[in-house]
């Protein structure tokens, strides 16, 4: 049995980490792995920065201050000793290790290059525009990357020619279990995301405003944390700011998902994780005609794909008038999802790149280049 490391970022305060690293674990382990995951950080003291911008303001000043002493020298030396030690031994005893969107410093790198028998960088975004020189020796020191959309695999291929795409998996599971909306006479549209994506909310304001003119309508915001929303008119607006978040919780409570992106470099490197949850819960989603959206969905058929407010509000529209359509696409996303998209699919695609990776010992060639 071959044993797998995870090196995750913030552990299961981290999206991608939970996507593409926890919810797949027990699928990776019924196929015959043994998996373990280590984060680099620590993450109740990245759970205090997170939630210190959310509550009163003397439970927010008590986080911020240990949040300062987290960051002083001895403190940071202390965890620095500590999770290094505790590292080494894990990569150690691991066969591969699968470091997730993280470049780790040059001192983690150099642990990795020691003792590790085999690594792979697995990342879901476009990590070079925040970090060029991480992602790049990340990327030259894998024995093979796996990329979560076709344009991070480009990118990666230019350093590292054995680059596979492995898709953010969903838990359909998890969604059959889950109690769905009652039907009522207001309809909810859902968003979910954090507060680095909140900005792209602005791109509906026009056409929700238009839209709730004619017809009684909720939006439903979730993971906003404490970012300042836009201004809607004409819609009801509810928000659940709390972070880190269960999509499961919300989802099957909208009767659509929304999902603006604008587009740039760095949204085209995004994996559309949100736009799967909406299918995967049989809810109809409505995105922007923007990278790895533009390939899950089939427009009109799994879902609905806006370049302009004319189309988020033809599109909108079509969805809050007919319940039909909204059943009849949600049922198409789902299966659509579960072709291509579910944590066994995903599963089966990382034991074909486990499979392909060189049989020497790859740390014996970095050993020589130390």
Known sequence: ?????????????????????????????????????????????????????????????????????????????????????????????????????????????????????????????????????????????????????????????ILNPRVSVIPTCVRLDRYEKATRRASHSRCVIGWVGSPSTVKYLELIVEPLAILGKESDLTLRIVGAGATRLPQFAQVRVESHPSIPYDPVRFVPHFDIGVMPLADTEWERGKCGSKLLEYMAAGIPAVCSDVGENSRIIENGVTGFLARDADEWISALRLLVNESRLRQSIGLAGRERVRADYSAEIVASLWRECLGGLPLSNAAENRLENL
């Open 1 to 157: 049995m071959s044993k797998l490391l995870f090196v995750v970022p913030r552990g299961h305060l981290d999206p991608a980490s939970i996507k593409r690293v926890y919810d797949l674990r027990p699928f990776l382990e019924r196929i015959g792995y043994e998996t373990e995951v280590v984060s680099h950080r620590w993450e109740w003291l990245w759970k205090m920065r997170m939630n210190s911008e959310i509550g009163k303001k003397g439970y927010r000043q008590f986080l911020w201050a240990l949040n300062v002493l987290r960051m002083m020298p001895t403190m940071i030396y202390l965890r620095t000793v500590m999770a290094r030690s505790r590292f080494a031994d894990l990569v150690k005893s691991s066969d591969v290790v699968i470091a997730l969107r993280t470049s780790l410093d040059e001192d983690w790198r150099t642990l990795l290059k020691k003792n590790a028998r085999r690594i792979i960088y697995d990342f879901d975004d476009a990590v070079w525009m925040s970090d060029r020189q991480g992602f790049e020796e990340m990327t030259r020191l894998a024995d093979a990357v796996v990329a979560g959309n076709r344009f991070l695999a480009e990118r990666a291929a």
